[in-house]
């Protein structure tokens, strides 16, 4: 399975960027997509989730201003951000979670991270 993640940049405070990342390859059935980032000096935590079937799931700094979205067919997930922060400052990662048919455990697959600035 391969992610090509794309999106990211330098933007302003309260600016807006939308991430995107399409999954390809060998997948039998999804369990989730989602976004993670590391912001500098920190540990990678989840932004967001998108789990088949189940509710949407985000980290509570970025309720209300971030919003995760799937095309279920095309296996794609975004990650639309609004009013930015610089706090927000961070490499995205996207992540997406495939069932595995043989044992019925999941496999972990990420993206190649891209940066987002948030910076006057």
């Known amino acids: 399975v391969q992610l090509q993640a794309s999106g990211g940049g330098l933007v302003q405070p309260g600016g807006s960027q939308r991430l995107s990342c399409a999954a390809s390859?060998?997948?039998?059935?999804?369990?989730?997509m989602g976004w993670h980032r590391q912001r500098p000096g920190k540990q990678r935590e989840l932004v967001a989730t998108?789990?088949?079937?189940?509710?949407?799931e985000y980290l509570d700094s970025v309720k209300g201003r971030f919003t995760i979205a799937r095309d279920v067919e095309a296996n794609i997930v975004y990650l639309q951000m609004n009013d930015l922060k610089p706090d927000d400052t961070a490499v995205y990662y996207c992540?997406?979670?495939?069932?595995?048919?043989?044992?019925?455990?999941?496999?972990?697959?990420w993206g190649q991270g891209t940066l987002v600035t948030v910076s006057s």
């Open positions: 998108a789990p088949s079937g189940r509710s949407l």
């Open positions: 992540n997406v979670r495939c069932n595995r048919p043989s044992d019925w455990g999941i496999d972990d697959y």
């Open positions: 390859g060998s997948i039998f059935s999804i369990n989730s």
